[in-house]
């Protein structure tokens, strides 16, 4: 089960941050700063898995932005990291060509986004079609 | 209209934000927004109020106080529009968590809107359900969500699984009630119900014995089926990854067949043919493909046995561990840790690549291999993984040296074949890492170098050497300073030669620089500096040459700031200056260390202290009888870094010894001595323990004895001639005791010899009353024999009754079985019990013991405890 997803650049400001586990807000910022110094620094020919506390962190770097994933330790490692790319192709095709000013002003739309796409840490859909679509139906609402 | 309400968009506040400067001009415009937001709050502002909550929200991402926007949540997710509430939703999942009591007020809202017509309403309404719920909404909510598990949409039924999941973690008694939904859930074709209902089944396995026995029996041929129409399925533009169809919803699949072949062998088997399937045929030149054999492998490694898939299993771990991408070596290590139990030889194949994953530059993978190296370790492959470990040692990261020592210091410890071999290991280990070393690796090693006799020739040597290149590491410094002082006539000697050492040259001198090196060093702290002064005590002995060298080096710290280090300076000074004649005996080398107690005690049993009569003949706990394995053991219990840990270390010894020797010099030095005397026999009464003592009678009563003794302490000043009997030499701390008893024997007191002393009422209460009858065997002044006689002064039977008692550390108590254990009544029958004391301080101190009585009156305990002082004096 997903504990919980970061979406952070270079700096370590958040530009998403998801819990699906309940957390003090302090905690939550301390989570936030440490998963960053975690990965902020590695080489990017070193594993994309860091322990972290009793979990893991699998985490992926676009650019400049760094998206995290904490799961459990018995978790499929490859199959996260695979799920991190299917969301960043969701982004990138909703956003025609992503970045980061996108998910800075549109930032209640990426989690919509999310919301489709995992649900209570788990994942809720593998189409990137049937996402799109969604969302264009959710857009018609407003 | 409030002049800030109509304010900013969003779009413009964030706008402001970036551009701010600095920390200071960003929190000026947050503060300003966070006004503007409360005003419209206050004013119940409706038209913008979904506006200010995705503002709130965006300020809450940055990190600052949103409490103030709460109840706004609760008011937008109870407007009509699907805008206000898709944004009231929204900040009801960021701004509050399943912990706030605001949250129940929810409740009601979400089960209109989970009835709500509009669809898309319902599946704002499950997706907060499924990502805060807290265990009250779960069960007021479950029969909602149990429904729309077979809503019409696709999109509400996989919204609703993923929210059974939540509900049945937070409430497992409601599991059975998704038993059914669940199952017609399996049967879809929609990806996403799909893989939503396989997931949700995977959780009511987990939380419910009879949701597995159900989907085990119903549901593995169907999955298998699904399993298989995935894997021979043709391009769906879709789902493809990499040129697979949906790994994700094959991952899922895998990871719950898993879960109902687990302990099943029909069930297992009928998953056997479609396992290979997917691991012969899956592409893996691809990360989506090798997520798929990496779930897999750990599928047939968790069912019940199938030798074949293992051994394919194994192979396809094989290839990921020759694998260039790092992602896909640190899964093998993972999946081989759990392979290790199924099939060690497979595993060891692998060795020397695991070896050399070890030494990799990701941390990650390093730490992950260090433990399955750890794991692979057994008696015949010792030496040489060690050697590799060692060696990788030398060059390794620092923040890598702690973990890869103590696994080093527990591999070696545990499957050593030989003492050498152990002790050599250890060396390089300290040599390189002994600041990484934990203090029970140390106090180990020295336990196993005290009892490897052969060997601590060798081992001071190799230790000198040593210390000649790592002389920074403080744990080896530890350890050369304990040899050297034990062991330093070894070293200078070359005693003990083995065939493989290089012959060296140490001089006195040489040896005494090691250890003036680990005092003077700015390193060192106060457990190794205090070590420093013990070693040097016993260097002192036996270098006769370096004495006054010692001497000097001791003098120097008699001014020192840090007590403990002044108090040894000054006490050692004494020693070398004053008591040359008993200073070769107390400088004795250590007897051999238990490791059988020195073991029991790190498992944490620490051996029992008190010990009673009635067992017979046993020596009571002043702890100086007691057999010599548990008080030696104490003597390695450094318990690390504080301060006066040390002085309970090599110098607990040591000091009892030395407050012995105080006693010895009150022959010099007048009433003070004496007066010492006194209170040091009190300290001994005090340190039997039990109830605190009555100190200050018996201490006047000691004092007054021994000043009264005073003249007959005279004949003591011939004792310091060096005729002393010299006979100190078998283990333990007695033979000091026997020893300083020697003093005392040497001039007999005629007076003593066999005369009668009056009886002595000891006790007495209105139950009960103990007479001591003394006498002396002939030839021996310093023993007592005490004849105890019990008298029942009460008309109850005493039965189970135990006569204890304790003596200070001056005295030696044995006592004799009683002759009997019940006291009849009123007087009619005594029961006697034999008692004898050695007293070391004869002439110079009266007896006096602590007396405790425990007896049963019908069944019912009764404990009496009594000091006897009145002693008669010259025993």
Same mark, same amino acid.
């Given at each position: ?21 309940? %957390? ?53 490692? /490859? ?64 | ?50 506006? !200010? ?22 008011? *937008? ?17 960021? *701004? ?52 729309? /598990? ?22 497992? @008694? ?37 949701? %597995? ?65 997917? #691991? ?10 090798? #997520? ?30 020759? !694998?260039?991408? !790092? ?57 040489? /993984? ?7 040692l030398?060059?390794?990261?620092q923040?890598?040296k702690g973990? %890869?020592t103590a696994?080093i210091c527990?591999?070696?410890s ?8 152990y002790i050599d290991q250890m060396l390089k280990v300290l040599s390189e890492a002994g600041n990484f070393v934990k203090d029970e690796v140390w106090h180990a090693l020295v336990v196993v170098i005290s009892n490897a006799?052969?060997l601590h020739g060798y081992t001071v040597r190799a230790l000198y050497r040593a210390f000649q290149t790592s002389a920074e590491q403080e744990c080896l410094v530890r350890v050369a300073v304990w040899c050297i002082g034990e062991y330093g006539d070894l070293l200078v000697n ?10 060296i040259t140490v001089t006195e001198s040489d040896a005494v620089d090691v250890i003036e090196i680990a005092i003077k060093s700015h390193t060192s702290d106060l457990t190794t500096k205090a070590m420093a002064f013990v070693a040097l005590l016993k260097l002192s002995s036996r270098f006769p040459s370096c004495s006054e060298r010692i001497k000097d080096i001791i003098v120097h710290y008699k001014g020192s700031l840090v007590l403990e280090l002044q108090q040894r300076a000054i006490e050692f000074n004494s020693i070398i200056m004053k008591h040359q004649?008993i200073r070769s005996a107390l400088v004795e080398r250590m007897p051999v260390l238990d490791e059988?107690t020195f073991?029991?005690k790190r ?9 009673? $009569? ?6 009571? $706990?002043?702890g100086?009888?007691?057999?010599s394995?548990a008080p030696l053991v104490d003597l390695l219990d450094l318990s690390s870094d504080d301060a006066p840990a040390p002085s309970s270390s090599g110098g607990d010894f040591l000091q009892d010894l030395l407050g012995v020797d105080l006693?010895?010099s009150? &022959? ?8 010492q005397?006194?209170?040091d026999?009190?300290l001994?009464?005090?340190s ?44 333990g701390v007695?033979?000091v ?14 007076? @003593? ?91 110079? &101190? ?12 019908? !069944? ?16």
């Open positions: 089960m997903i504990r919980f997803i970061l979406l952070q650049n270079r700096q370590g400001k958040t530009r998403l941050a998801k819990y699906y586990v309940p %957390l003090e807000d302090s905690e939550k910022h301390k989570v936030e700063y440490e998963v960053h110094r975690l990965v902020v620094n590695r080489d990017p020919k070193f594993t994309n898995f860091v322990e972290f506390r009793t979990h893991k962190v699998i985490y992926r770097r676009y650019a400049g932005l760094f998206f995290s994933l904490c799961v459990d330790i018995t978790d499929n490692e /490859l199959a996260y990291l695979e799920c991190i790319h299917l969301f960043v192709e969701i982004l990138d095709h909703f956003f025609s060509n992503v970045c980061e000013l996108d998910l800075v002003f549109n930032f209640h739309k990426v989690y919509l986004i999310l919301d489709e796409f995992i649900l209570a840490g788990e994942l809720q859909e593998t189409s990137k079609k049937a996402i799109i679509e969604r969302m264009g139906e959710l857009e018609k609402l407003e | 209209m409030n002049p800030f309400s109509s304010g900013t968009r969003l779009r413009d506040m964030i706008r402001a934000i970036r551009a701010c400067k600095t920390a200071a001009e960003e929190r000026a415009v947050v503060r300003k927004e966070c006004a503007a937001i409360r005003a419209a709050i206050n004013e119940n502002d409706q038209d913008y109020r979904h506006r !200010n909550l995705a503002k709130l929200m965006f300020i809450h991402m940055l990190g600052y106080p949103t409490h103030f926007g709460q109840m706004e949540c609760l008011k *937008l997710i109870a407007s009509a529009g699907f805008p206000e509430k898709r944004i009231g939703y929204l900040g009801l999942m960021l *701004l509050l968590d399943e912990r706030q009591e605001v949250l129940m007020l929810v409740t009601n809202s979400l089960k209109q809107d989970l009835n709500h017509t509009n669809q898309y309403i319902v599946g704002l309404a499950l997706c907060a359900l499924g990502n805060i719920c807290s265990a009250e909404m779960a069960r007021d909510l479950a029969p909602e969500v149990e429904r729309l /598990l077979q809503f019409r949409d696709p999109n509400i039924r996989k919204k609703a699984a993923l929210c059974s999941i939540r509900i049945i973690k937070k409430v497992p @008694d409601l599991a059975e009630n998704f038993i059914n939904p669940t199952a017609s859930l399996l049967k879809e074709k929609h990806h996403g119900v799909l893989i939503t209902g396989v997931q949700l089944c995977t959780d009511l396995c987990k939380v419910s014995p009879e949701a %597995l026995e159900f989907f085990r029996n119903k549901c593995t041929d169907g999955l298998v089926k699904t399993l298989r129409d995935m894997v021979n399925s043709p391009y769906a533009p879709e789902y493809d990854i990499a040129g697979i169809t949906d790994p994700f919803l094959h991952i899922r699949l895998l990871r719950l067949l898993r879960v109902l072949g687990q302990g099943d062998a029909d069930a297992s088997d009928s998953m056997n043919d479609i396992l290979a399937q997917v #691991a012969t045929k899956t592409e893996s030149n691809k990360n989506a493909g090798n #997520a798929i054999l990496y779930e897999c492998v750990e599928t047939i490694m968790s069912i019940e046995d199938n030798g074949g898939l293992r051994v394919l299993a194994i192979n396809i771990l094989g290839r990921f561990l020759s !694998n260039r991408d !790092n992602n896909i070596r640190y899964v093998a290590l993972n999946m081989l840790m759990k392979a290790i139990t199924v099939d060690t030889q497979a595993v060891q194949r692998h060795r020397a690549t695991i070896l050399e994953c070890v030494k990799d530059s990701d941390a990650s993978i390093r730490k992950r291999a260090l433990e399955l190296v750890y794991l692979l370790v057994n008696e015949s492959n010792v030496k040489p /993984l060690t050697k590799e470990l060692v060696d990788y030398e060059v390794s990261d923040e890598f973990d %890869l696994k527990s591999i070696v545990k499957f050593s074949p030989e003492k050498i071999w006799s052969d070359n005693v003990g030669m083995l065939d493989i050492e290089d012959p004649n059988a073991i029991g498992a944490g049993s620490i051996p029992a202290t008190v010990s009673t $009569p009635t067992a017979g003949s046993i020596n009571m $706990p002043n100086i009888a007691k057999p394995a006693l010895s009150s &022959k010099t030095s007048g009433v003070n001595a004496v007066s005397n006194g209170t026999a009190l001994d009464l005090l039997i323990g039990s109830p605190p003592v009555q100190s200050s009678p018996s201490a006047h009563d000691i004092l007054s004895a021994s000043q009264d003794n005073k003249t007959s302490v005279s004949p003591l000043d011939g004792l310091s001639s060096p005729s002393y009997p010299n006979q100190s030499t078998s283990a007695t033979p005791m026997d020893l300083l008893g020697g003093f005392a024997a040497d001039p007999p007191k005629p007076e @003593d010899n066999g005369s009668a002393y009056p009886s002595l009422v000891a006790f007495e209460s209105s139950s009960l009353k103990i007479v001591f009858n003394f006498s002396k065997p002939p030839g021996n002044p310093q023993t007592t024999l005490v004849q105890a006689e019990f008298t029942n002064l009460s008309s109850d039977n005493y039965t189970d009754f135990v006569f204890q008692a304790a003596v200070p550390k001056f005295l030696q108590l044995h006592l004799d079985p009683a002759s009997s254990n019940t006291l009849p009544a009123s007087g009619n029958g005594v029961v006697t019990q034999s008692l004898k004391v050695t007293n070391s301080q004869h002439g110079k &101190k009266s007896l006096v013991m602590r007396i405790r009585i425990a007896y049963k009156i019908n !069944n019912k305990d009764v404990l009496e405890e009594g000091q006897v002082n009145n002693f008669p004096r010259g025993l």
